[in-house]
DNA sequence: CGATGACCAATTATCAAATCTGGTCACGAG
DNA sequence: CTCGTGACCAGATTTGATAATTGGTCATCG
């Protein structure tokens, strides 16, 4: 088989395997209404996926990197998205737009059941932490960040507030009346409180940045990649 | 029974059932052993408390007055102590130092199971909302806090930051190393950053206005007292 | 050579019997 | 008379043995 007509079979799989967990919840997928759903027997499923965790971890993986392609490409439209504030508000608008991911980080265990508590999530979430951390010593460097915290406690502090608007909706139950913008303005807003500095970053800075920031997401980018498909049968 | 001694064999029963709660979980605890445990009957437990849902909730409420009446302690002692971001680092303190209510904020379902989401529990977080509303309404009157986001916007933010500040923990499995005072420190800095104004507020005005939040703190707590205890046989 | 579905071990669902427990109340102690 | 108690009951929960499902493999076939 050709390897583009191996990828848009795995492609096939993905959606038919998002389209199941978005109906049924995680637990409930068998990997035969999986097969069956994309046309095809069920042993094929496995000569994509090693096992279903890395199935549904895939899909999982396949929606993340739409999001990030749309950061790549904002913050080459404009250097200044790299600005913390702005990308915690796309980030958090990207995630709230994409079921899948909205479950996975608000833990919304009836969709996503365990998935989100195993191991290879685990992976991710670290590599995805080392980015942050990368990128916030960046901009440490260049002065775009407070240091009124030191960077442990100021790493701590922007992982529990991004917790904290992705968790608290539904604890807060109907209790407030913001629409899905107004919350992302909200989280911006108190992002750029807590970690920037005063004033307008210099165009020059941003731009020189951006390329760097840019070069770090792709890293991640190619690894996430990797993860989402295996390789063709003889390619291996 | 003298008003004076059926309260004492009140707080003995919600000894009782603290202890058991803490050492086996919610759910494992019967109303027998916790009357085995405070040395009484079983009915004479339904003397003091409806049902068993109304015995736990009485210890969390009680769990929660002690707190409370070290903040209206410390705000007599240093009227600055009611600035957000004192107020937010003191109550972190406060429930990360008793188990039950760090339990409790923490969803830690293991030890407090279903009760965290019973809907009694739902009235007094909504009462504790309400208060903080007035209180935040009181501190924006005379100029403490930030207009740059409207009120229900810091409303939200303020609840997404301190959920946040509860719940980030169990999720960054062991990858940071933040004491309990760096990580409240760290949660006064935010609330700080995000809701006060910049400044040495007013003497003169912090104590005005300690005498007025106190009283709004008193208020509810006279509610929760209420919660805690049935009245004796024959006063009702 | 790649795709498949019959097949297997192991997990999970089912369901009735047995056990437990929240809540009541008739009774007995004082 | 009042207050405390534990036997009692209905309903919930656990148990355990059985049946059904399903992740993953691989011999077979096109």
């Known amino acids: 088989m050709s390897e583009s007509r191996y990828l848009e079979r795995g492609e096939r799989i993905l959606d038919a395997a998002a389209e199941l967990v978005l109906r049924w919840g995680y637990r409930r997928v ?47 439209a404009d250097p200044a998205e790299l600005l913390p504030h702005r990308q915690a508000r796309r980030v958090y608008l990207g995630v709230m737009g994409r079921p899948l991911l909205r479950a996975m980080f608000s833990r919304d265990s009836d969709v996503l059941g365990a998935l989100a508590h195993e191991t290879s999530i685990a992976r991710l979430t670290e590599m995805k932490l080392d980015l942050t951390g990368e990128l916030y010593g960046l901009l440490r460097e260049h002065g775009l960040v407070r240091t009124d915290l030191d960077i442990p406690a100021q790493q701590y502090a922007l992982g529990a507030i991004q917790t904290g608007f992705y968790l608290v909706d539904p604890m807060m139950a109907g209790k407030h009346e913001l629409d899905l913008e107004s919350r992302a303005d909200a989280l911006a807003t108190v992002i750029r409180n807590c970690v920037e500095v005063a004033g307008t970053p210099d165009p020059d800075l941003l731009r020189a940045l951006a390329s760097k920031i840019i070069a770090l997401f792709e890293q991640l980018r190619l690894v996430m990649v990797a993860g989402v498909h295996g390789t063709p049968p003889k390619g291996d």
């Open 30 to 76: 068998t990997i035969d209404e999986v097969a069956k759903l994309a046309g095809i027997g069920k042993g094929t499923v496995y000569l994509h996926f090693k096992t279903r965790e890395a199935l549904f971890l895939a899909v999982l993986i396949r929606d993340s990197l739409g999001l990030f392609d749309q950061m790549i490409a904002a913050i080459q």
